[in-house]
């Protein structure tokens, strides 16, 4: 269980780290596209940004820490939000006059998050795992029933017969 504690306060350190470094990638929402209303349509994918970052904080700064399978769905998130963001930003950069800087830097945190996901990911695939190894062992009996902490001897036993 102690294993389980570390990776959720590594899972929090991550979380707080990502989330801090997104920000940056949101304040373009205030930015007008005045083209046309096609350039407007990238408001909605950074307002999105902004509250999956802004859930990632809130759970970084909670008493109730998030588990890392909900982390791992909360980054799932951020990175589909991150890639329908660049395939927008490719489709709609030179129409909309988006800055190089900005999509750079989109870029950058969408590969950041990616980075942050796997990991993030993995720690809830080992948590997984050891709740269902833990789950297991305590329907065979918790393991603790033979000498040497393994199932016990199971079935008959016959006395040997003669003189004793």
Known sequence: MGQGMGSRSRLTRIAAAVAGGLVGATLLHTAAFAQNAECGEIQKTLEERKNLVAKANAASNSKKKMTPQEACALFGKLQSNGASGLKWIAANKDWCSIPDSFAQGFKADHEK???????????????????????????????????????????QFRMPQGAL
């Open 113 to 155: 998050v990616g980075g942050i996901r796997a990991k993030v990911c993995q720690v809830a695939a080992q948590a997984t795992k050891m709740e269902a190894q833990a789950r297991a062992q305590a329907q065979n009996g918790g393991g603790s029933g033979g000498l040497l902490g393994g199932p016990g001897l199971t079935g």
